[in-house]
């Protein structure tokens, strides 16, 4: 099969072209950056430029897989590439849902409303989507609505943090600071099976609109998958959620943060998706734990620790002697 992918240099749309080149299929290249996996090839441009796809419109495309949160950059792609392309896969996100308070929600749920701004993430998804549903039809368009994420190269720090933290805690010997509540859902994709996904459905049989996230498992599941992980019994400090707030940790990502913690009850069905749909159309997705060991492997190069989110170690120390 001939592939366009509308991407290609960064972490996901690597991924994807790595497994689509893996699979035996020619794969093509849209981007900016510069540096693809060997056996791609490159066409560079910008897709702020209207005619920036003129080129490999030229040519006809078995299937188009596209990363963009722009929707200006979608609506030109559909219109470019739809006489030339057999179907359409666009990345989305379980963040398009209106509610992330119920649990247990399918692809049914009501979305947000459109908005062009990419800064808008969830409602720039939905104007994505429906460019690529209007253009191709849902026979000819599949969309991915992705969970969280994770695995190596996440330089977000959110599905690295937990391995790496209980991998340092076995060496310094100091115990790691946790919420004490972890009976709330998490959810993590990992890269590799969600660029797995997106390839098979570039090779067709996944039309329309899929969620696609990870197994959901507790907060207290993951932490344990974390520790096998690292390897290592260390011991923990469990904090409850108002003293984690009131020492000023963040929930979630970012700075001076717990990853995948998330206390406030409105948001919990952000990680509790069945995916039933996708899992009946052929989703796999591997253990847990084999996500965070061969993300503490990639961790463990990193110039940088913490990363993107967590606690530095004079911040984990902070928060669990304070008071």
Not at 34 to 60: F, I, K, N, Q, Y
Not at 180 to 197: C, E, F, K
Request: glycine share 10%; net charge negative.
């Amino acid at each position: 099969m001939r592939i366009l992918v509308l991407g290609g240099t960064a972490w996901l749309g690597r991924t994807v072209v790595q497994h689509a080149l893996d699979t035996g299929h020619d794969v093509t290249c849209v981007a900016r950056g510069s540096d693809v996996p060997t056996g791609a090839r490159l066409v560079r441009t910008d897709r702020d430029r209207d005619d920036a796809l003129t080129g490999v419109a030229r040519e006809r495309w078995d299937a188009v897989v596209d990363v963009s949160r722009t929707p200006e950059h979608v609506r030109r792609a559909a219109r470019d590439l739809e006489p030339v392309a057999d179907r359409y896969v666009l990345v989305s996100t379980v963040s398009v849902y209106a509610s992330q308070a119920e649990r247990g929600a399918d692809e049914h749920a009501a979305v947000l409303e459109p908005s062009d701004d990419p800064a808008d993430y969830g409602a720039a998804k939905v104007a994505c989507e429906r460019a690529v549903l209007d253009a191709f039809g849902p026979e000819r368009a599949s969309v991915a609505r992705a969970g969280l994420v994770g695995g190596p190269g996440d330089h977000t720090g959110r599905s690295g943090y937990w391995p790496w933290r209980f991998a340092r805690a076995a060496v310094t010997g100091r115990p790691v600071v946790v919420p004490a509540r972890t009976d709330r859902p998490t959810s993590v994709i990992d890269v590799r099976d969600l660029a797995g996904w997106l390839v098979g459905a570039a090779e067709g049989g996944r039309a329309g609109v899929h969620d696609v996230p990870g197994e959901v498992v507790t907060l207290g599941q993951h932490l344990e998958a974390a520790r096998a992980a690292a390897g290592g019994d260390v011991p923990v400090v469990a904090l409850s959620d108002e003293v984690l707030l009131a020492r000023g940790v963040a929930p979630w990502a970012g700075e001076r943060s717990l990853p995948l913690w998330i206390p406030d009850d409105d948001h919990q069905g952000m990680n509790d998706r069945p995916a039933d749909r996708a899992r009946a159309a052929g989703l796999a997705r591997r253990p847990l734990v084999e996500t965070l060991v061969d993300t503490l492997a990639w961790e463990q190069l990193q110039p940088v620790h913490p990363h993107g989110a967590g606690l530095s170690d004079d911040d984990e120390a902070a928060v669990r002697d304070a008071g």
